[in-house]
């Protein structure tokens, strides 16, 4: 495996690291990496793709070190269920954002458990043309743009508050109709008609202070708590790597000097050993759903 190293010039160039962990890193977690902005980004068949969505996910995300605000749109089009997510924090050693895009896959209604809707990631003739653009403070961090059901960025290193944190995001929906039941969705979610510029069928607006509930597991305690540890840890990252101009150094220097920092990078986002939670998820679901369809059987049969 070799890292897609980002050109802006030239498109995507190859370049094999020798660092063969890295490289297994970067795979496994569903990553390339951007090295003109200095990012890692999700690439489009990651093994996240083949599990889709659920809200429990979100509240998963505090307990493993993830504080991070969620904005889920959503709408109905064309017979179906869509949800576009959109999130930016602190990804434990991460600073980043994303835009999902994810369409039904069934509701699930367990009394006293969970009341919501798994969702499928968008299949590819259901992929969006979107971008933006995530500023701290008012600085830009990174760009992203392009066709996607998932579109990301994460800056290894950088210790963010999600407050500090803005989107400006544009998303083109694929015709008047679609435009006009995101557009309700995110009136539903709370924003206002002065909040978007609309051209076409792309929608533009500023992801800031969201205005969905956010996940229960975030306390403004456990944040802070939480966020001290995060921000220790990439001070330490930045001590550890000044100097240093490429990853491969950074990743060498943080292996040789901290290698509880060197096991953060290798779990850092999103990544594959946060399968493992998703899996947990998922199967807590088919255990309470065969016992709820198994009483519901029983109570029928008496």
Known sequence: MSIQIKNDNSGFIAKGMTNSELDKVVEIAGYDYDSVQDIFYSTMNPWQRKIGYCRLFDEAAAPLGMIIDCEPIHFEYNNKKWMIGLWKGQYDLVSGGEIGVYTEAFDLKIPGFFTGTFYNCASDSDLLQMSFVLRKNGKVLFRREGE??????????????????????????????????????????????????ING??????????????????????????????????????????????????????????????????????????????????????????????????????
């Open 148 to 197: 996607h059901w998932w579109l990301t960025g994460f800056k290894l290193g950088e210790f963010s508050e999600p407050s500090e944190l803005t989107m400006d995001i544009n998303i083109n929906l694929k015709n008047r109709l679609m435009r006009d039941a995101f557009i309700s969705g995110l009136y539903n979610a709370g924003y206002s008609k002065a909040d978007l510029t």
């Open 201 to 302: 069928n792309s929608v533009s607006f500023l992801y800031a202070t969201p205005h969905s509930e956010q996940p229960v597991t975030r306390t403004s305690t456990t944040d802070r708590i939480i966020q001290r540890k995060n921000e220790l840890f990439c001070a330490k990252y930045q001590e550890i790597t000044q100097g240093l101009d490429n990853l491969q150094d950074k990743v060498n220097a943080i292996e040789e000097q901290a290698p509880e920092l060197y096991q953060k990078i290798i779990k850092m986002g999103k990544a594959k050993p946060l399968f493992g939670i998703y899996e947990t998820v998922l199967l807590v679901f088919l255990v309470a759903v065969a016992t709820y369809l198994a009483s519901r059987v029983l109570s029928e049969d008496n």
